[in-house]
Nanobody
Framework: QVRLVESGGGLVQAGGSLRLSCAASGRTFSRDAMGWFRQGPGKQRDFVAAIRWSVGNTYYEDSVKGRFTISRDNAKNTVYLQMNSLKPEDTAVYYC???????????????WGQGTQVTVSS
């Protein structure tokens, strides 16, 4: 069993910041990449950011470049998403994903967390 647990979501005003965490535990698995995706009600799950675990290469969706930063802590088996200058359009449920099966920017990951709500008010 692989368990991914997100935390750090909440309500914040536009321009504010949040730091999301995703702690991984359970059976060993390939950590070629981990990513963050987000999904609004009735909408598709969209790519936000990803990181190559071993070397730290990062990838970002265009709208979050310069505002969001993905990072990982090997000792804690945790990936983070630092979100700055938040906008109302960032409002969504944010999901952590592990073990990409294809391109790291696609939703083709093996393991998913349950999500954490991020709400940005005007």
């Amino acid at each position: 069993q692989v368990r991914l647990v997100e935390s750090g979501g909440g309500l914040v005003q536009a321009g504010g910041s949040l730091r999301l965490s995703c702690a991984a535990s359970g059976r060993t698995f390939s950590r070629d990449a981990m990513g963050w995706f987000r999904q609004g009600p009735g909408k598709q799950r969209d790519f936000v950011a990803a990181i190559r675990w071993s070397v730290g290469n990062t990838y970002y969706e265009d709208s979050v470049k310069g505002r969001f930063t993905i990072s990982r802590d090997n000792a804690k088996n945790t990936v983070y998403l630092q979100m700055n200058s938040l906008k109302p359009e960032d409002t969504a449920v944010y999901y952590c994903a592990a073990q990409s099966r294809g391109g790291v920017t696609t939703a083709d990951y093996t393991y998913w967390g349950q999500g954490t709500q991020v709400t940005v008010s005007s």
